[in-house]
């Protein structure tokens, strides 16, 4: 039964320059005794009028002993425009799973992100919580429940003044996963995590991919997702202003190779 457990609760993050991060898409079924893991790679570029190129890499080390679950994730962007920097975002996440029984697991996880575009200087967090798995058929769905919390301390680069804010969120989500073949799956994650001091204060992200099995060891990972900031960066007191959006979109495409 707790094999079962792990395979349908450990589909945890394909990194964005969001204000949340998703871990469930980078979550595997389960994995075998001992290390594993993947590397991703996701390039686009155009020449001529629109001189254009960014890149996207990322890799996952796993290690599984028994019932405790080790990972470890790290994304990197970089884009450029007309010779110009429009994107350089840096991403890692740890993370250590108990396994309690065949419904319930305990976590613990640490994170470090940046984002030169989004002004964020660094998000550092560490925090835990609980997942129940509410309802699972082994190969073809699985729906669970997390819930937990964190602190987080994060530093904004507002050009004329720096921001630290230092706080405790709640961390709430739910994540549906669906095999539509053996080569197609579908993953779903929303996520809401309110501050403790003033649930006005919140952040939503939600998150809609397909993991296409090419080979035994080659994915291919396109996502959609859509992320709401209650309080995003904001000086207008600079030239040009900082007036970020508070919802943002962003699509994804990358190929991922599993060891």
Request: net charge neutral; aromatic share 14%; hydrophobic share 35%.
């Amino acid at each position: 039964m707790k094999k079962l457990f792990v395979g349908g609760v450990l589909c945890l993050l394909t990194h964005s320059a969001l204000a949340i991060s998703n871990i469930e898409n980078e979550r595997p079924n389960l994995p075998e005794e001992g290390f594993s893991g993947a590397v991703k790679i996701g390039l686009n570029g155009k020449t001529g009028n629109q001189k254009e190129q960014s890149y996207a890499g990322g890799a996952k080390i796993i290690y599984r002993a028994d019932d405790e679950i080790f990972m470890a994730l790290f994304d990197r962007e970089y884009g450029t425009k007309l010779d110009k920097k429009t994107t350089d975002n840096s991403f890692i996440h740890t993370r250590w799973i108990h396994l309690l029984n065949e419904k319930w697991a305990a976590e613990t996880f640490a994170q470090w992100e940046e984002d030169e575009f989004d002004n964020l200087t660094s998000r550092v967090l560490a925090g835990g919580g609980a997942r129940y798995l509410v309802s699972q058929q082994q190969d073809v769905y699985s729906f669970a429940v997390g819930f937990g919390a964190f602190r987080e301390v994060e530093k904004q680069n507002l050009i004329s003044y720096q921001e630290t804010n230092r706080l405790w969120r709640i961390n709430t989500y739910y994540t549906y996963k669906y095999q539509l073949n053996n080569q197609v799956t579908l993953v779903n994650t929303t996520y809401a995590q309110p501050s403790t001091r003033d649930f006005g204060d919140y952040r939503l992200l939600f998150d809609l991919g397909l993991n296409v099995k090419l080979t035994n060891s080659l994915q291919l990972k396109v996502n959609y997702k859509l992320s709401y900031d209650s309080d995003p960066a904001k000086n207008l007191l600079v030239s040009p202003p900082i007036d970020n959006y508070k919802t943002n979109t962003q699509y994804e495409t990358a190929l991922a190779y599993q060891f």
